[in-house]
């Protein structure tokens, strides 16, 4: 670690990696109650369950994109952090808020929690995602700015380059399209058109910025490869992204009240979209084999490879597979989309942040070389259990997903209802329950894995 | 395949492809914040429509339910469910929701549960109003049959 206040990064990691465990515990509550209707009912509905999932999971993303930003940006402007201390209260106001919302979510009935956080000055909650209390919203606000700040002053006095520039273009884009999450009109196809400009352009434009930032960060480091030739890779990376990303945002505008031009355009330029994920992989690989170095860290390329195959697959194939405005048409809302989203998640977001994790954490705990065999090897063992656990668990909801659209969605008459569907597809979800449980003991596996001690010789 | 392709060229790809996608989606955003209205019948979102979809709100109905596709995959479709379960008739229809709304949580053991929320009948027939309205959108014929 070459400056002092890049330590500012690991209780974000930390913290992250918390929230992973504990939004991973509420999917399988949530794959339980789709076995068992009464699993913990009335204490935790299932819709609160799935707030909680997926609330922790965006802002445990939100935490580790924080924490790599405070590692690399110092490193990469070489300087020290614009105010370490601004960091320290960042976190510690952004986990407050965070735990708190979480409770609120878990122990006060929704509508009042809405009542006793005066939703009616502002409504803002009860939209997927976006079911965090307006205060919760504007403290988000609030901490991504004082977060953008400190790290754009670091970046402004200190060295640019390509990869803390697209960076910072990412996370000024993340906070910017938040804002959206304040528009909640009366027309609820106004309200779904501008909410996606939330969600969509997050995953499929902008965090994709911060994705190729951390992943050439790391490529760097990891291979010694030069600078001309990462920052080629990431403008083409970003350049097919935002291209193929921004007017694929149509792939969500097909059935919900808008016009139908979207039908075509929001079909052809989201089956671009893979596009910037299969680069990725070329990267990653070629990064590789051109290196350098053999730096003592193997994990690290380890996740860096992994994060672009997953990457690839769960958005790149599994998003392709119902992209098409005709096959959208049967499996739009089904469980083929859980499929997706799952695999999507895990593949780009979840595994950049085990990438700079493994990266940068024995670093900072006084290992500039990277762990040591024995721990790499249990962390090489929770990398295999978590991959193939996401690998099952979506292939389980592709099953799922095909049975739904072939008894509920394509038959034109003696269609089954939505319920007696989901009776039929019991079996597949306990399977999806098997493989969730792995990605749980293989993320334990890989907390574990910061607890091998090595034999001195 | 990269060799021929400097980091100029890349980030000059990089700075058009993006601004020409930006300016595209913009000119498609206010062409359909145009059109919304109509495909939608705003005029016809009278105040306890409004109401009701802030009771869909407060209440997080989407935790479990999809509208329109988007939502929760746990529990029916409910854009179309006044041609589903009110035949289209707006009396049998509330009706219809206001003994649903009573009776949960259904007493059937193992059955996916739907929480007991108290709401007052005008809530109920509020919430009603906004299904309605929302039935009536123009989305390009979806869902492929009644069962959503
Ligand atoms: C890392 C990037 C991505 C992430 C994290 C992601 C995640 C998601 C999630 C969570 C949903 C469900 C949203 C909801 O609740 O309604 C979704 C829907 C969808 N995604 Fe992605 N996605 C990614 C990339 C892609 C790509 C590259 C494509 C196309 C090639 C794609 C195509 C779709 C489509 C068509 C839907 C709508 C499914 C439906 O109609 O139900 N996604 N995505
Ligand atoms: C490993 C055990 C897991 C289980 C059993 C599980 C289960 C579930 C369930 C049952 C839902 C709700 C689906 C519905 O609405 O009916 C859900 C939603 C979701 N989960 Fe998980 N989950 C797990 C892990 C994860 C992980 C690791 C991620 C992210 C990396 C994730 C991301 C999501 C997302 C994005 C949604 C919303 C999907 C959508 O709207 O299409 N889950 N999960
Ligand atoms: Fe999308």
Same mark, same amino acid.
């Given at each position: ?457 | ?86 035949? /289209? ?8 929701? =206001?003994?649903?709304?009573? +009776?949960?949580? %259904?007493?059937?053991?193992? #059955?996916? /549960? ?8 005008? =809530?109920?027939?509020?919430? +009603?109003?906004? %299904?309605?309205?929302?039935? #009536? ?12």
């Amino acid at each position: 670690m070459k400056y002092s206040s890049q330590m500012v990064a690991k209780p974000y990691f930390i913290f992250a990696l918390i929230l992973l465990a504990g939004e991973i515990l509420f999917g399988l509550i949530m794959g339980t109650q789709y076995i068992a209707g009464d699993f913990l009912f009335p204490e935790i509905p299932f819709n609160v369950a799935r707030m909680v999932h997926t609330n922790l999971l965006i802002v445990l993303i939100l935490f580790g994109f924080m924490g790599a930003t405070f590692y690399l940006v110092p490193e990469e402007s070489e300087r020290e952090l614009w105010s370490p201390l601004l960091a320290k209260i960042t976190f510690w106001v952004f986990a407050a808020a965070g735990v708190a919302t979480i409770l609120g979510y878990l122990f006060v009935p929704y509508a009042t929690l809405a009542e006793i956080t005066m939703n009616e000055l502002l409504p803002t909650m009860g939209r997927e995602f976006l079911e965090q209390p307006t205060i919760t919203k504007i403290g988000i606000v609030i901490v991504v700015l004082a977060f953008i700040l400190n790290v754009g002053m670091t970046v402004l006095k200190g060295r640019k380059t390509v990869i803390t520039v697209v960076l910072l273009t990412g996370l000024v884009g993340l906070a910017v399209f938040f804002l959206f999450a304040f528009y909640v009109p009366e027309n609820l196809v106004m309200d779904k058109f501008f909410w996606w400009y939330v969600v969509h352009l997050w995953v499929e434009g902008v965090w994709e910025l911060i994705l190729g930032a951390i992943l050439s960060f790391v490529l760097i480091k990891v291979t010694g490869v030069d600078r001309e030739h990462i920052d080629k890779w990431l403008y083409l990376i970003i350049a097919m992204t935002l291209v193929s990303g921004i007017v694929g945002t149509g792939h969500h505008y097909f059935f919900i009240g808008t016009p139908d031009y979207w039908l075509w355009i929001g079909s052809i330029a989201s089956a671009v979209e893979p596009l910037p994920f299969f680069l990725m992989i070329l990267y990653a690989f070629s990064m590789a084999k051109q290196r350098r170095i053999d730096h003592d860290n193997k994990m690290a390329l380890t996740w860096a490879k992994g994060t672009a195959v997953m990457a690839f697959l769960g958005a790149g194939v599994w998003g392709f597979l119902h992209t098409l405005a005709p096959i959208n048409f049967y499996t739009h809302g089904t469980q083929l989309t859980a499929a997706h989203g799952h695999l999507a998640f895990f593949g780009a977001y979840i595994m950049i942040l085990f990438t700079i994790i493994s990266y940068a954490m024995p670093i900072m705990r006084g290992r500039p070389h990277g762990n040591g065999p024995k721990a790499q090897a249990v962390e090489l063992k929770s990398f295999w259990m978590m991959v193939i656990g996401m690998l099952g668990l979506t292939a389980a909801l592709t099953v799922a997903g095909f049975i739904q659209v072939s008894l509920q969605r394509l038959p034109d008459v003696g269609a089954l209802s939505f319920m007696a569907t989901q009776d039929e597809i019991v079996s597949v979800y306990k399977v999806r329950l098997a493989f969730g449980i792995l990605v749980l003991a293989g993320l334990f596996t890989y907390f574990y894995s910061f607890f091998v001690k090595e034999e001195t010789a | 395949m990269t060799e021929r392709i400097t980091k100029n060229m890349a980030r000059n790809i990089y700075f058009g492809g993006s601004i020409f996608a930006i300016l595209v989606f913009v000119g498609l955003t206010f062409d359909t914040v145009q059109q919304v209205p109509k495909l939608s019948n705003d005029d016809k979102i009278t105040e306890s429509v409004a109401r009701g979809k802030n009771l869909w709100e407060v209440n997080n109905c989407v935790g479990c339910h999809t509208i329109m596709g988007e939502g929760a995959y746990y529990a029916p479709e409910l854009a179309n469910v006044f041609d589903r379960r009110g035949m /289209k008739n707006e009396v049998a229809f509330k009706a219809f929701l =206001q003994g649903w709304m009573a +009776a949960q949580p %259904l007493q059937e053991p193992g #059955r996916r /549960k739907m929480p007991q929320f108290n709401l007052s009948e005008s =809530q109920v027939n509020d919430i +009603a109003d906004f %299904l309605i309205w929302t039935s #009536r959108i123009d989305d390009n014929e979806w869902p492929p049959n009644i069962e959503g």
